[in-house]
């Protein structure tokens, strides 16, 4: 089995909730606009918490959020 890299549908999630930005979603987590970028550019794989507060942001479970794809 290949490896695989955790990806997320982030993007599209704030532009569908009031084209929320970075900024206002890591205030809402309790993270950096920084730390958000970084998730959605798939440079950083957020804690299962902040996965969770993510997810919870959107109404949406952590599997409608994040998502493995194989590299």
């Known amino acids: 089995m ?37 998730i959605e550019k798939e440079k950083y794989s957020p804690t299962l918490e902040v996965a969770f507060l993510i997810a919870r942001t959107f109404n949406s479970t952590v599997e409608e959020v994040f998502f493995l794809k194989d590299e």
Do not use: D, P, W, Y
């Open 2 to 38: 290949g490896k695989s890299l955790l990806s997320n549908n982030i993007r599209t999630l704030r532009f569908h909730h009031g084209e929320m930005t970075q900024q206002q979603l890591a205030e809402k987590v309790g993270v950096t606009r920084q730390t958000i970028a970084a």
